[in-house]
């Protein structure tokens, strides 16, 4: 048995280039989205992967078309979650990124940002952390490697910089922060798909390693608001530092803690 994890984001999917939520494409986008993670199943299950489990991590988290998917395929969808969209990788050996896009600040990306655009940096041991890190050193956190990935240039060339070895795939170039040169998206999927089956053939012969950091973990959080960094200000063992930021230092479940209740939580509540 051989489980991949596939965290699946929108942002990063072709054809995606400003947040359509409530308007008439979103429909067509969670349609690419989940015809990008079919395409990444397919190439999974090719390569040898007896089992999936997809996660939705984009917004509400309920956009992916669930009876689209093989029947290989459960689907975790809902927000407030634990571990934010990594939760349940621990029963899995190898996690995919599908969709996902470039960390806050990143000046040729489309869409950057880093969970939500509440949150203006955010550092791990003083490196620069996307969602593309924070989801390798959750999966690292319980020995799960990251093995392929998929999304935009600046996404690609940003997982790569900490992951050099995996497998991925670029699906568009920015243009601006919300325009892109998207590349045919047939042509995509097939990229997708084969990357995928050349990950999980990898994967099985253990070719990837997990990303951990060393710990202590000291989390750097700087927030648009002054109000935000008073609230994590409440947490203890947190400290801020003048008006927007704050500083956490701990074990990596701790870090993540205080990211998810600033995502799930905090940013929600005003
Ligand atoms: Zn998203």
């Not at 490697?145 to 999304?151: H, W």
């Not at 910089?161 to 991925?168: I, Q, V």
């Not at 243009?175 to 099985?204: D, M, Q, Y």
């Given at each position: ?152 240039r ?18 568009k170039e920015a243009v601006?922060?919300?325009a892109a040169l998207n590349f ?87």
């Amino acid at each position: 048995m051989f489980k991949v994890f596939i965290a699946a984001d929108i942002e990063g999917t072709c054809g995606y280039v400003d947040w359509a939520e409530n308007q008439p494409e979103d429909a067509l986008r969670r349609e690419e989205m989940t015809a990008e993670v079919n395409a990444a199943i397919a190439g999974a299950l090719a390569g040898g992967a007896t089992d999936i489990v997809v996660s939705d991590m984009h917004m509400l988290k309920q956009n992916i078309y669930h009876g689209r998917l093989p029947d290989q395929a459960s689907l975790i969808s809902g927000t407030k979650r634990r571990w934010m969209w990594m939760d349940t990788v621990q029963a899995c050996d190898l996690v995919f990124l599908i969709g996902l896009h470039a960390r806050c600040g990143s000046p040729c990306a489309v869409l950057p940002h880093t969970m939500n655009t509440l949150i203006t940096g955010l550092q791990l041991n003083g490196v620069d952390a996307g969602e593309a890190l924070i989801s390798a050193v959750c999966a690292g956190h319980f020995g799960v490697p990251v093995g392929m990935a998929s999304g935009d240039r600046a996404f690609i060339d940003e997982i790569r910089s900490c992951l050099p070895g995996l497998e991925t795939v670029v699906v568009k170039e920015a243009v601006g922060s919300c325009a892109a040169l998207n590349f045919h998206p047939e042509i995509c999927k097939s990229k997708i798909t084969e990357a995928a089956e050349n990950a999980a053939r990898r994967g099985i012969k253990g070719e990837f390693k997990p990303y951990c950091l060393q710990e202590p973990v000291v989390l750097r959080l700087e927030v648009t608001w002054p109000g935000y960094a008073e609230a994590l200000s409440l947490i203890p063992g947190v400290r801020r530092n003048g008006g927007r930021e704050i500083y956490y230092t701990g074990a990596l479940p701790e870090v993540i803690s205080v990211i998810s209740l600033f995502v799930n939580w905090v940013s929600k509540a005003t």
